[in-house]
Nanobody, 122 residues
Framework: QVQLVESGGGSVQVGGSLRLACAAS?????MGWFRQAPGKKREGVAH????????WYADSVKGRFTISQDNAKNTVYLQMNDVQPEDTALYYC??????????????????WGQGTQVTVSS
């Protein structure tokens, strides 16, 4: 079992920045961030391979969001810059151990955090 605890959500103005953190109870092969806005499907935002530190981003956040990982702390971060109203959502941290997992595909992540709300206001 892996426990994931997110932190760092909150309210931010358009164009501002926010950093989310997710602490895992143990090492996992990969970790990622997903988000779900009211009335919308959950979507993958970013993914990082814990060994190679290769990353993947959804097109909607490329150039604005950065995922990083501190393996010593089993913690992954999502730095969100130049946030926009469409970034408003409940953000979830996720992790897994599946070989050949597809970044951003929710079914490939076994463990999920409880979510942290991000609200962007103009």
């Amino acid at each position: 079992q892996v426990q994931l605890v997110e932190s760092g959500g909150g309210s931010v103005q358009v164009g501002g920045s926010l950093r989310l953190a997710c602490a895992a109870s143990r090492f996992t092969y990969y970790m990622g961030w997903f988000r779900q806005a009211p009335g919308k499907k959950r979507e993958g935002v970013a993914h990082i391979d814990s060994s190679r530190h290769t990353t993947w981003y959804a097109d909607s956040v490329k150039g604005r969001f950065t995922i990083s990982q501190d393996n010593a702390k089993n913690t992954v971060y999502l730095q969100m810059n130049d946030v926009q109203p469409e970034d408003t959502a409940l953000y979830y941290c996720a992790a897994g151990f599946r070989n050949g997992a597809a970044p951003g595909r929710a079914d490939d992540y076994t463990y999920w955090g409880q979510g942290t709300q991000v609200t962007v206001s103009s």
